[in-house]
């Protein structure tokens, strides 16, 4: 499929902010400038790119952990980046973190850090689409490791049998925290897994983030007539499970294979170069002007006052924060 100029820039302004937001993320935690615990998405851009920016008006996403960027770029800076680092002015009044938000106004979440609880939910919320007759579909994402959930079983098996307008995509980097996916999934292929629940699958790989865009596009126009889709993109994590993580279970030989030979965000500014779509000088100031706008991001953030013990204890608070954003 062709863009045009601007639509291609805008697609590798994603990747790099999403490629920048986890490097500058990474770099206060480790300096010990911000807190938490963060699972990074580097060397996952395209599968996040690529589906966020295929979401129509009335699409509704539960995507997988690892695509705190996009919700960032896509749904609110600001609100995003507060909540991660537990500040009033996130999403959920910084109550929930990146593992546990929920937008509703916005159509993204519920997430919980219970592996397969969100997808479970997701499908409820299909359910929801399918019964109102509301024209959008709901993407939902969970990892190679997360696939194995009982309660995604039960989701898919819901998801295939009632036709629910889902497109479900499974991001394949390899990993599940220290657990190697070949070492616990007898299939070389996890559409094969969507294919026993009954669902239209294919695999395709993840580090082209104009293939991802073109595939979701598909998918998702035939989940909103009620025929759902399972989609495996195949990736390779880089970061460690969590920010800290020294990978002790890995041979890094991976990673650096997979940073000189499938770097989606390399592979997205080459593509443009080489098709003469953009200059170097274009792309750099794209970088540029990305990197700018999330250390000013994220140091907005950090200079926010931390809640009060009292904040965090008051249930009345809480369900107003949570809630009534
Ligand atoms: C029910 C449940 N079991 C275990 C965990 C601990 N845990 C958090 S992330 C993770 C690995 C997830 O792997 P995958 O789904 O492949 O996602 P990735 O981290 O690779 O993006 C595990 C086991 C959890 N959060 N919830
Ligand atoms: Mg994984």
């Given at each position: ?18 490629r920048?937001?986890?490097?500058i ?28 920016e ?7 996403i ?25 500040k009033?002015n ?6 929930a ?11 993204a979440?519920?997430?919980s850090?219970?592996l ?19 024209d959008?579909c ?23 049998a ?13 990993w ?29 790989d ?50 650096q ?26 792309l ?32 009345n608070?809480i369900?107003?924060?949570?809630y009534?954003?």
């Amino acid at each position: 499929m062709e863009y045009s100029k601007q639509e291609y820039l805008k697609t590798y302004e994603f990747m790099t902010y999403s490629r920048l937001f986890e490097e500058i993320c990474e770099e206060y935690v480790m300096k010990g400038i911000a807190g938490g615990f963060h699972h990074l998405g580097t060397g996952d851009e395209a599968v996040g790119v690529g589906i966020f920016e295929s979401l129509g008006p009335n699409d509704w996403i539960v995507p997988e952990h690892r695509s705190r960027p996009m919700l960032a770029k896509y749904f609110g800076q600001h609100e995003f980046i507060s909540e991660m680092l537990a500040k009033p002015n996130g999403f959920n009044g910084g109550m929930a973190g990146d593992t546990h938000y929920c937008v509703p106004a916005k159509k993204a979440g519920p997430y919980s850090a219970l592996l397969g609880q969100s997808q479970a939910m997701g499908a409820g919320i299909a359910l929801n689409y399918k019964l109102d007759k509301i024209d959008g579909c709901v993407v939902i994402g969970c990892g190679d490791g997360s696939l194995n959930e009982g309660v995604i079983a039960e989701a898919l098996t819901m998801i295939a049998a009632w036709k629910l307008p889902v497109v479900w995509y499974v991001q394949n980097n390899n990993w599940g925290m220290s657990m190697p996916s070949k070492k616990i999934n007898a299939i070389s292929s996890l559409a094969k897994r969507g294919e026993g629940f009954g669902l239209v699958s294919a695999s395709y790989d993840g580090n082209d983030v104009f293939l991802v865009k073109e595939v979701m596009q598909e998918a998702m126009a035939k989940a909103r007539k009620g025929e759902p889709q399972f989609i495996e993109f195949k990736t390779v994590r880089w970061a460690g499970h969590f920010v800290g993580d020294p990978q002790l279970y890995r041979d890094l030989a991976e990673v650096q294979d997979a940073r000189t030979n499938t770097d989606c965000v390399k592979w997205c500014r080459n593509h443009l170069l080489n098709r003469k779509i953009a200059t170097v000088e274009e792309l750099d100031t794209i970088d540029e002007t990305q990197r700018k706008l999330l250390y000013d991001g994220f140091n907005a953030a950090l200079a926010e006052p931390d809640k009060t013990a009292a904040d965090i204890l008051d249930p009345n608070k809480i369900f107003a924060e949570i809630y009534v954003k």
